[in-house]
């Protein structure tokens, strides 16, 4: 049998408190349909930081490129601020992914029917909204060389770069995940100004011959911003550059009513993959069980559909949180009944009371 073992990194703030609902999770269905997932911790970000002098200590990373799929809570935090860009505790994630080659980053945002009231947009224009970002993530600006300052320290500089393999490798994963949805792609870019974009748009636009049952549009980034809250259900798949996707990705996520719901998948093209929630470490809240730890756990239901094709268990885990949500039962972040406001880990303890 092909191993299953499943590394979690908690991070810091509420990443710990999420993370420890989402075990939960795993475990009980692992014990309970026997899916023979082994689990190990290990330490990343800010707190890694603190105990071994480096955000992405070489241990964390060995077990990371060992295992089949990660879990990560969040990293970063003001204590951290400070720091040379090196230590920062975001480099551990950005090592993560660069090292693990995770390109392929999935941000779907689906607003649950339960909690139209949560959006900051009028109830009918997010019902049922339902899309994907398909987010590159190991390349463009984050990434591009050269980077760095000016000899006189008067300027400083990224580089926004893609190769035609990058565009196109990022291009197959988002075809392919609009041909098992509603068979419609937007492509995001800014071709108008950047030279980049350009190359984007028409390696995209080749691409589209080899999937003639996609239909393939183009739109501007900043055009994009504005549709996406002026008309969020024209959307089905989106696929975009890493910056582009960093900025629309938290624009969908208000558009379901709470960034606590959402998680996120990043793969590589052995389907390893990184599931982490969409929201950061909230240090503000952290340590009070005011965490919604359902983006993590909904991070445990993409693992085990995208690295362990378990889509059943996978589907499981999102029908039980539905059936906690129609319940009324809702975290600190989400607006409603105040008497139905769950802790961090009463909302674990009652997804897991639906799964049985
Ligand atoms: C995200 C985050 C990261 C990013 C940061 C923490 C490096 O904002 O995953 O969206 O910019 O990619
Ligand atoms: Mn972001």
Redesign the pocket.
Known sequence: MKTKEVLILPGDGIGPEVCHEAKKVLEHINDTKDLGITISESAVGGCAFEEFGNPLPEKTLKLAQRSDAILLGA??GPSWDNLDYDLRP?RA??GLRSELDLFA?LRPAILSKYLSDSSSLKPEKVLDLDMLIVRE?TGGI?FGEPRGRSDTNESAFNTMVYSKNEIERIGRVAFEAAQKRNKKLCSVDKANVLEVSVLWREVISDLADEYPDVHLSHMLVDNAAMQLVREPKQFDVIVTG?LFG?IL??IAAMLTGSIGMLP?ASLNSKNQGLY?P?H?SAPDIAGKGLANPIAAILSVAMMLKYSFSLNEASSDIEIAIQEVLSEGYITHDLEGNNNKKLSTSEMGNKIIEKLI
């Open positions: 990293v970063g975001e994630l950005l980053n993530l984050y890493n960093d990705s938290d996120s982490e969409v950061g």
